[in-house]
């Protein structure tokens, strides 16, 4: 059989870097992309303690000629390609007032927009092999989050678009799956954008904030969240699978913290629970 191809985008680190490894030892010939390539330092060495070989290229998921140079290299470096999992985006917190439409704008196009562009892109690919397209959400996919906006706004439409696609591309012979991971343990989290014309801690929104921050931080802490590993798990399965489900959450957290959004018509259960997250001592 011909050694399936894989096309993985955000490799430098956490669950990009984890599914490029976890990928590469279930038997794929793996094209582990990132922006820039001078950070490949740690995939490198991962790939040399797991005694995997990768494809590491460069692909910046915002700029149309970086994405066609990057199918490029597949076509003529294999001739095909089995799989392409979005994995790239961006971390971001802050509240429109604060931070304005440019910053949400910013956001969606490396988290949405992004998406959207390799996936255009690669599907006459995926539609020629039968392959299969992969994207990873987020919990934030499905439950609004304080001081996230911008980001679930971005994996909200991720969830849409790709919900819409999946029967489309399913006459065409190509599956499609989203990974809902919640906390997991990597940078990502340390990359978190903070934008705006003023920090949220000189605002009216501070102590709110503040809240926000403490249990973040404790929901992040390794000792609570998931390992990059478990989900690039999660993510191989999905790949592998005959017939993977359409969203797949990482953990029961994951899957208890979507369930109350999936089961609430009124909004009041996700109100309930995400205002404990900005509630002050005194409240």
């Not at 992309?33 to 040399?48: F, N, S, V, Y």
């Not at 390799?118 to 959400?137: C, F, I, W």
């Amino acid at each position: 059989m011909t050694t399936p191809v894989l096309l993985i985008t955000g490799t430098s680190s956490g669950i990009g870097l984890a599914s490029a490894i976890a990928a590469a030892r279930a038997g794929f010939s793996v094209v582990a992309t990132m922006r820039d390539t001078a950070k490949a330092g740690p995939l490198r060495e991962a790939a040399a303690a797991a005694g995997v070989e990768l494809d590491i290229q460069a692909l910046d998921v915002t700029v149309p000629a970086s994405i066609e140079a990057g199918l490029a290299h597949v076509v003529s470096q294999y001739g095909r390609l089995d799989a392409l999992l979005n994995n790239a985006g961006a971390g971001h917190v802050g509240t429109i007032e604060v931070e304005g439409v440019d910053a949400v704008r910013a956001v969606m196009e490396v988290n949405f927009f992004g998406v959207v562009a390799l996936t255009e892109a690669a599907m006459p690919l995926l539609r020629e092999s039968g392959g299969r397209l992969v994207t990873v959400s987020s919990v934030g996919g499905v439950v609004g989050q304080p001081f996230n906006e911008a980001y679930c706004a971005a994996k909200f439409a991720v969830e849409g678009f790709m919900e819409s696609l999946t029967p489309v591309a399913g006459t065409v012979g190509v599956g499609v799956t989203v990974i809902e991971p919640g906390a997991v343990s990597t940078e990502f989290v340390a990359n978190v954008g903070l934008d705006g014309p003023q920090p949220i801690e000189q605002t009216p929104y501070a102590p709110a904030f503040a809240a926000y921050l403490r249990r973040t931080a404790a929901a992040f802490d390794p000792a609570n969240a998931q390992r990059p590993e478990q989900v690039a798990e999660v993510i191989v399965a999905a790949l592998t699978d005959d017939e993977p489900a359409a969203r797949i959450q990482t953990s029961e957290a994951a899957r208890r913290f979507t369930g109350v959004k999936l089961a609430d018509l009124d909004g009041s259960a996700v109100q309930n629970l995400t205002s404990g997250w900005v509630a002050t001592p005194s409240e």
